[in-house]
């Protein structure tokens, strides 16, 4: 298969998904946490094709997520995708290098930072007021997005995705 036919599979994958993270995300929400399935999608999406297209697709669909008014800042889920998939991207080019469990731990790191700035934008109102039930907040929007990309991570491990 070329190139662009996988790249155009993969588009329709990443629809498919922001459709999820829309429509289903608020379904399963617990006390207005909601797991960040599109994020998931990034992280796999960049260590097979890259940075530089995992950062096309972040950008484009974190403004199509603060469109649809999944995000609270406009332009605050464009910008920590971007984030994500850069790193992600600098971190699964010297995968060869290093052990699949760091890329693992890695992508783990990396999405709990990029959570962390986002509760910053989402509850700084709770950020002054209590900084104990910020990390309570905080730690859990982390820990239910990663509990969605470790039973994952079961199915299909990243080092499985790696271009070879």
């Known amino acids: 298969m070329d190139k662009a ?3 155009l599979k993969n588009s329709l994958w ?3 998904i922001y459709f999820i993270q829309l429509f289903l995300a608020n379904w399963i929400s617990i006390n207005s946490i909601r797991p960040d399935f ?12 890259g940075s530089f297209y995992g950062i096309i697709y972040g950008f484009i669909f974190g403004l199509l997520l603060d469109f649809a008014g999944a995000g609270s800042s406009f332009g605050l889920s464009a910008i920590l995708y971007v984030m994500i998939t850069y790193s992600i991207g600098f971190l699964s080019v010297r995968v060869h290098n290093i052990s699949p469990l760091y890329l693992t731990l890695g992508s783990f790191i990396i999405l709990t930072f990029a959570f962390l700035i986002d509760s910053l934008f989402r509850y700084p109102i709770l ?3 209590n900084v104990l039930s910020f990390l309570l907040r905080w730690i859990s929007v982390s820990a239910y997005t990663l509990g969605f990309m470790s039973l994952l991570q079961y199915f299909i491990p990243l080092r499985r995705v790696v271009i070879e």
Do not use: G, N, S, V
Request: net charge positive.
């Open 127 to 129: 950020f002054d007021a």
């Open 14 to 16: 990443a629809l498919a």
């Open 5 to 7: 036919r996988l790249l």
């Open 38 to 49: 599109f994020a998931i999608f990034l992280i796999y999406f960049t260590i097979r094709w």
